[in-house]
């Protein structure tokens, strides 16, 4: 009987939106939780900075020392929602040391220390959970680690950021401005006070690294991947896109390449990018995540839901907390690191995408074939050219605004072209620069 086992003890660190749905989940759901795990889970303690009486959990339970409540010989998991990298990282090592299994939705961590993280949890024979710090709710860690285990996946690519998306979705929608779309994002409480985090691109690259290593069996860090984030984004953008067929999404890509030697590297990179409107990603709108996973037998796989929010992100932590609680019942762990690949990364010069490139050019004769000229020259192979508006001066018209869609071409020959533009005396100014993802060659 379920009840008559030795109960598992549990230490939650942090109590925010994330903390306080896991402690709600385990005290509410306790006996469902009891009789899937085999034993009861008990919570320990759960740290946080402020211990105070009106926090929701019985004052007894709270403490500030978070390295004690972990250290505890009645802890045998620990769950650590409460971020940021430090102090979350030595609690975790800690805990580790100490023989107890770490479930964490730490993104920034995992993917800055998952080397340090993993070889302390080998060495104690516990797991290490992270599903919560990929899109939420969404399951796509434990997917990729054991459903496809036996499969070669090629390509994963995801809406991984919320905020951005969110922000994204709206100037699509409204034909706002960064800044406002921003601003209402942040208003509503999409958008954290210093946003930096999310529109410069370093959330979804820390989740690039995280989704990169498992589904490549290769270790890659956050600093391995190429980022930008969507603050260069405009209305204008959004205008040519819709008249191209397309919408913009910051996108989240992990692929592996074979190079022209036969060799295999990975790549990793974070940007926003024209989706076409038929594209499955490119229905994913406001707060949601999608990842799209391609594996060489599966095929096409589609993973969308909730990727943050107490609520969901707690659901994805549950998940893994009753497999790490199982496994101390039962005995067995859950899959090790896998990093027997050892890829190399491949750098972002090196990668083919199409690119859209948006010019005010001066209103004279010759000017499209000297512009046409330098893409050829380097080897961009011109799929289209669109004029897209007039630019005057008071009235006079002194030029032209015009868009060049491109067929696959290396990111270095692209930067070398738009440098050349850049000099070029009818070209008065490169207004956009932007890749096309998922439209064919
Ligand atoms: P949050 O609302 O800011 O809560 C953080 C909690 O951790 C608070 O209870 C805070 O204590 C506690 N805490 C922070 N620093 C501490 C320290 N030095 N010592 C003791 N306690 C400390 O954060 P959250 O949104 O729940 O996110 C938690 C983690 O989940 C982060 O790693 C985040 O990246 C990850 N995550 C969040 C989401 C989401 O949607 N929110 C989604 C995926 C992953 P006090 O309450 O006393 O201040």
Redesign the pocket.
């Known amino acids: 009987m379920a009840g008559e086992e030795k109960p598992v003890g549990i230490a939650v660190?942090?109590?925010?939106?994330?903390?306080?749905e896991v402690v709600r989940i385990i005290e509410e759901s306790a006996e469902d939780l009891a009789a899937r795990i085999g034993a009861p889970l008990v919570l320990r303690g759960v740290?946080?900075?402020?211990?105070a009486d009106d926090?929701g959990v019985p004052v007894e339970l709270l403490t500030?020392d978070?390295e004690g409540l972990v250290a505890r010989e009645d802890v045998d998991i620990v769950v650590?929602?409460?971020?940021?990298v430090?102090?979350?990282r030595k609690a975790i090592l800690t805990a580790l040391e100490r023989g107890k299994s770490v479930i964490?939705?730490?993104?920034?961590?995992m993917a800055q220390s998952t080397g340090e993280l993993a070889q302390a949890a080998e060495k104690a024979r516990v797991d290490l959970y992270f599903e919560?710090?990929v899109a939420?709710a969404i399951p796509v860690i434990r997917p990729l680690t054991q459903s496809l285990a036996g499969d070669t996946v090629v390509r994963v690519a995801g809406i991984v950021n919320?905020t951005t998306n969110y922000i994204l979705s709206a100037m699509n929608e409204t034909g706002a401005s960064y800044d406002s779309a921003l601003a209402d994002a942040s208003a509503l409480g999409y958008a954290e006070a210093d946003p930096t985090a999310d529109v410069e691109g370093y959330?979804a690259a820390a989740k690039a690294a995280i989704l990169a290593s498992i589904a490549f069996h290769t270790r890659v860090t956050a600093d391995d991947v190429y980022r930008e984030g969507i603050t260069k984004v405009t209305a204008e953008d959004f205008e040519s896109a819709k008249a191209l067929g397309c919408t913009i999404k910051l996108l989240a890509i992990c692929e592996r390449l074979t190079t022209g030697k036969g060799k295999q590297k990975v790549s990793a990179r974070v940007y926003p990018a024209l989706v076409p409107l038929d594209h499955p990603l490119a229905s994913v709108s406001g707060a949601f995540n999608a990842v799209v996973v391609e594996a060489e037998a599966a095929g096409r796989l589609m993973f969308y839901g909730q990727?943050?929010?107490?609520a969901?992100?707690a659901s994805?932590v549950m998940g893994d907390l009753v497999m790490a609680a199982r496994n101390r019942v039962q005995g067995g762990r859950g899959p090790r690191e896998s990093k027997y690949a050892k890829l190399p990364i491949a750098s972002i010069g090196v990668i083919p995408t199409r690119y859209y490139v948006s010019l005010y050019v001066k209103d004279r004769p010759g000017v499209l074939s000297s512009v046409a000229a330098e893409f050829a020259k380097r080897e961009v192979s011109i799929a289209e050219v669109r004029q897209e508006g007039i630019a005057d001066d008071g009235g006079q018209r002194v030029g032209a605004r015009i868009a060049v869609l491109t067929h696959q071409a290396t990111d270095e020959a692209l930067s070398e072209t738009i440098s050349a533009l850049e000099e070029l005396d009818a070209v008065s100014q490169v207004a956009s620069v932007l890749r096309m993802e998922g439209a064919g060659e």
């Open positions: 660190l942090g109590l925010g939106n994330v903390g306080s740290g946080v900075r402020r211990v926090r500030e978070i650590e929602v409460m971020g940021p430090e102090p979350a964490t939705a730490n993104k920034a961590l919560a710090a939420g919320g959330d990727g943050a929010g107490g969901p992100t994805a």
